[in-house]
Every structure is written in C-alpha cells, then in structure tokens.
C-alpha cells in the first residue's frame, strides 16, 4: 500500500515511512511540480498514475477521489493512525527491514562497520547502541538506530489502539 500525503499533514507522512509504508508527502511535490501549493487535480492525477492512496483533511480532495482517498477527522498523530488501522486495516509494526527514511522515504540499509557513521551521531549513542542503519539515498544518509524515540511511539501506539 502506498501512499500519498496532504500538506498539512508532515508528521504522518514522517510515521507512515518510519514504519515502512511508501508515502509521498504533497509538500515534496511543490518542487516536482513547480506550483504552490499543488491544485488539487495534479495531486489526483499523480497519485493514480502512481497507484497511491491519498491520505488527507481536505472533505472536497476526499470527495473528488473517493474510491482511493482517506478522509481523516480530527486532530492529532495518535488519533490519525488510530483511524487508518480502525477504519482501514492499516497495520504499524515497526522492524528496520521494512522502514523507510522518515525524511525523504528512500530505504534503510544497516550499518556494517558502525565507525562509518561516528561523527553523525551523538557520542552517548554511539557509544550506547550497536545496530545502527543508514538512509540508502546518498544525499540524505540519515542514521537511525532503536532507540528511546521509536519505543515511545511503539508504547503510544500500543496503548491508544487497546484503549478503543
Ligand atoms: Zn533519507
């Protein structure tokens, strides 16, 4: 399942690739397109030629794209993700395998000799964690490793789908 994004909606967009779904945020278009903001008619058309499911707050976008669009309510990270996996299935389980760089959605490849990424980390990090992966897109090269941020979304997650 992959996914296209409305502005608006940065931090989803950076959770559905940090748990591995390919997802193009509308932001990211402004560029590709060079217009901005995207008119709604170029966003459709991209992400049907692109197989992508647009994800959005926008009530006439929803309605112009309905049989492949997500109309999310509210407010709140928590609360979005909690809609995707209710009302459509959508599942959140993070590995490193399968995660996609939080910033520009390229894959993640493991780190193998950890000195390589020494001085993009901080020096507790680096001293403290030993698996390490780094962003597949050379001009990007972000590094993650499994630490105290992706177990309090895990926890956060955890804990807002059992309470429904
Ligand atoms: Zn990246």
Known sequence: MKFLVDSMLGKLTRFL???GYDTIYAN????????????DELL?????????????????????????SIFLKGEGIYNYLHQLNKQFGIKF??????????????????????ISIK????K???NHFNE?????NLQCKKVYWQGS????????LGKTLEFD
């Open 17 to 19: 690739r940090i748990f």
């Open 28 to 39: 990211d278009l402004i560029n590709f397109f060079n217009i901005n903001p995207v008119p």
């Open 44 to 68: 459709i058309d991209y992400a049907s030629k692109d197989n992508r499911i647009i994800i959005t707050k926008d009530f006439p976008l929803y309605m112009r794209y309905k049989d492949k």
């Open 93 to 114: 389980e993070f590995s490193f395998k399968q995660a996609r760089c939080s910033i520009c959605n390229s894959q993640l490849e493991r780190v193998t000799n950890k």
């Open 119 to 122: 001085s993009d980390v901080l």
């Open 124 to 126: 507790e990090t680096y």
């Open 132 to 136: 390490f992966y780094q962003c597949s």
């Open 149 to 156: 941020h992706i177990e309090d979304i895990q926890y956060k």
